[in-house]
């Protein structure tokens, strides 16, 4: 497996010394002429040294053998630089005698390369386990922090042969925020979503998978969940919020909050992420499914997912040594962008303005924010799709990290086409400082959001002393005001998970807004109550917040959580707060608090307060307002 070096800003070269005279008389008198199209080989294109593709012919032992020692590497590299993509070309891996068995780290994306999920197979499992986090790697295991992994496009016959009766009894996905499952289709065994081998069950904290066919699942201690566009075999338990959309075998909600399921028939609108494949003639492609309208059940059941493929010879594919220049040319020209696993400094903004482009991560390709830069916009123009993105705040302030559209009255666009965001994850703090006013700013109607994760981190590597003065050196430093900032109408957002902002994780100004799935940890950090009191003297800011001035919203299976670990004392008034109009209506609701802080209410003064008198003891609202 080909290695990586460790991400370095880029340097220019300032000048020249000999000649420079002559090289300067030059430059005026010739105009600038921008560099030609780079060119891409359909067969084998360049995806840098960060992306490793096997065949079938691939000798079984170094696949295993490379991929264990991925594993290793990116097991415990929640804060590294390190991104990573694995792709394996359509065949079979694995036997009956001889199965596959690999696990999944950090900033690793797994994929198959067939048109359809079943033209690879795996044989074997393809896994997370709980992460130990102390005594040596031996104890505190959890999968609360496993975060950042990607598998998509493949199969799994599920055989553990040579573990043991625990492990042997379903393949493992014991994972939390920001990880996808898309594409997956999975016999053999149940799947189970925590780790019930390693130190027995512990808690994991939210997933997502869509458009995947699944056996027996066991949620267990899974906290939240989202299932989108799927089909299930049967599901059991669930910790506080499990939500089912467009998922064929879902389980009965008629009995929530217990168990603690939220179950829609249909998907009102949805568009799978865009997925690399190669063709019968061994072109490599890029399939851009098409948008769906009230969905359920898989894409790929009755043969190619409906959409457009576009050739990889229409796409610019970037590594962190590009340019922003030389990325915003390419698209100025018409390309469509990958790109390729590793960390970019951004110091001016990516811009993605037309209509139906494709801008594609591998790998969790990450955008850092350099100087105050804002790292992305797209603009107002339809059918754009971002997908596997990571953009992560920089040491110097931004006002925004994402905006799609201009201010609020910019080029209305249809429902028929959205700009759509997959897998796409903000950062503020975590490996290094960061800054920024808000993460996510959506001004355009008719935006899809298919499953974010917003978070201001509540841990990291950035030095701060432990306990109490280093919260409030967090709280002080890694500064992000909000979360997400939604102005535009007819916005869907199916899987939004928005953590631990310093006044609006998710302000809502829309009208007919859309939400499926919305998880949300308040700001662990606040030093004192004057920190998390609003100015008219509210105490505390909801997690979910709906302008006074909308008339119709909808939310469906959502949770608000409260640690307030640097100063237990602090109280905040409502989880969520909303007009009270009667287009406003809020479905299987619910605040919790996880040992340290108050929520009075849940929603608008109702609902009963979560504190350390129930610790863990979900406060559930079933609709509201009441019917």
């Known amino acids: 497996m080909t290695s990586h070096s460790p991400h370095r800003p880029r340097t220019r070269l300032a000048a020249v010394v000999t000649g420079a005279a002559l090289i300067a008389g030059a430059l005026m008198a010739t105009p600038a002429v921008a560099a030609p199209p780079r060119a891409v080989d359909p067969f084998d294109p360049d995806f840098g040294p960060n992306v490793t593709i096997y065949s079938p012919n691939t000798p079984q032992s170094q696949i295993q053998t490379e991929l264990d020692a991925l594993h290793t590497q990116q097991v415990n590299a929640e804060m590294s630089t390190e991104r990573r993509a694995v792709y394996f070309l359509p065949g079979q891996y694995g036997s009956t005698a001889d199965p596959l068995q690999f696990n999944v780290g950090y900033y690793t994306d797994v994929a198959g390369l067939g048109a359809s999920p079943e033209d690879v197979r795996i044989n074997g499992g393809i896994e997370v386990y709980n992460r130990c986090l102390a005594d040596g790697g031996t104890g505190n295991c959890l999968a609360l922090v496993n975060f950042w992994r990607t598998i998509s496009n493949l199969s799994i016959d599920v055989n553990k042969a040579g573990q043991d009766g625990c492990r042997a009894s379903a393949n493992f996905w014991a994972v939390s925020q920001a990880v996808s499952m898309r594409r997956v289709d999975i016999s053999g065994a149940n799947m189970s979503l925590m780790d019930y081998c390693t130190a027995g069950p512990q808690y994991a904290s939210g997933g997502f998978i869509a458009d995947s066919r699944l056996p027996f699942v066991v949620s267990g201690s899974q906290q939240q969940w989202l299932i989108r566009d799927s089909e299930v075999a049967g599901w059991s338990n669930g910790v506080w919020?499990?939500?089912?959309?467009?998922?064929?075998?879902?389980?009965?909600?008629?009995?929530?909050?217990?168990?603690?399921?939220?179950?829609?028939?249909?998907?009102?609108?949805?568009?799978?992420?865009?997925?690399?494949?190669?063709?019968?003639?061994?072109?490599?492609?890029?399939?851009?499914?098409?948008?769906?309208?009230?969905?359920?059940?898989?894409?790929?059941?009755?043969?190619?997912?409906?959409?457009?493929?576009?050739?990889?010879?229409?796409?610019?594919?970037?590594?962190?040594?590009?340019?922003?220049k030389d990325i915003n040319n390419a698209l100025a020209r018409g390309q469509h962008l990958i790109l390729t696993p590793g960390v970019y400094d951004i110091d001016r903004t990516i811009e993605v303005k037309r209509a139906d482009t494709v801008v594609l991560g591998l790998g969790h390709a990450t955008l850092t924010a350099v100087g105050g830069a804002i790292p992305l916009e797209v603009k107002d123009a339809p059918g754009i799709v971002v997908a596997g993105v990571t953009i992560d705040a920089g040491t110097e302030l931004s006002p925004v990290l994402l905006r799609v559209g201009k201010a609020k009255g910019g080029k209305p666009l249809g429902a028929a086409n959205p700009i759509t965001l997959s897998d796409v994850y903000f950062r503020v703090g975590g490996p290094h400082i960061g800054k920024s006013t808000t993460a996510l700013e959506v001004n355009s109607d008719n935006v899809l959001i298919d499953h974010t994760w917003v978070w201001r981190g509540d841990h990291g590597v950035e030095g701060f002393t432990e306990g109490f003065n280093g919260d409030t050196d967090r709280w002080n430093t890694n500064t992000g005001t909000n979360g997400v900032i939604v102005n535009g109408d007819n916005v869907t957002a199916t899987g939004l998970f928005v953590e631990h902002f310093q006044t609006y994780n998710t302000l809502w100004k829309g009208e007919n807004g859309r939400v499926i799935l919305y998880q949300n940890e308040l700001p662990y950090d606040p030093p004192t109550q004057a920190d998390w009191t609003q100015p008219d003297g509210t105490l505390g800011y909801p997690g979910y917040v709906v302008d006074k001035k909308v008339k119709k919203h909808r939310l469906d299976g959502a949770g608000v959580y409260v640690f307030n670990q640097n100063n237990p004392s602090i109280i905040t008034a409502n989880g969520f707060s909303v007009p009270e109009a009667p287009g406003v209506q809020l479905h299987h609701i619910m605040t919790v608090n996880l040992s340290a802080g108050t929520i009075q209410h849940v929603v608008n003064g109702v609902g009963g307060q979560a504190d350390n008198t129930n610790t863990g003891v979900p406060q559930y609202i079933v609709d509201y307002p009441t019917p």
């Not at 064929?248 to 179950?263: H, I, K, L």
């Not at 969905?295 to 990889?312: F, K, L, N």
């Open 241 to 324: 919020n499990q939500v089912f959309s467009g998922v064929v075998g879902a389980p009965d909600d008629a009995g929530f909050p217990s168990p603690p399921y939220t179950t829609i028939d249909e998907t009102p609108i949805s568009r799978e992420k865009p997925y690399l494949y190669v063709d019968d003639d061994g072109r490599y492609n890029v399939r851009v499914p098409a948008v769906q309208h009230d969905s359920s059940g898989v894409t790929w059941a009755d043969g190619e997912t409906e959409g457009r493929s576009i050739p990889i010879t229409d796409f610019f594919i970037a590594t962190p040594d590009d340019s922003v």
